[in-house]
């Protein structure tokens, strides 16, 4: 099961989960180790996160938007 853990004003938490590039080619994920996902858009190690978000004082929307139906 995949499980994708939104950090506050951080990173996404990704366990389960494959990540690869736009050729297909893998990234290297140790089964069952979470991996941290960029969601500031700062990171040098994209589409990892490097603490960036700290650096750059990112703020997060507060939550989740409903899905529009």
Request: aromatic share 6%; glycine share 12%; with cysteine.
């Amino acid at each position: 099961m995949t499980k994708i853990t939104v950090k506050a004003n951080g990173p996404y938490l990704v366990t389960g989960a494959d990540v690869v590039d736009e050729t297909g080619a893998s990234f290297p994920v140790e089964a069952g180790k979470p991996i941290a996902l960029c969601r500031c858009g700062a990171s040098h190690k994209k589409p990892f996160c490097d603490g960036s978000h700290i650096k750059i004082g990112f703020k997060a929307a507060e939550g989740a938007a409903a899905a529009k139906k």
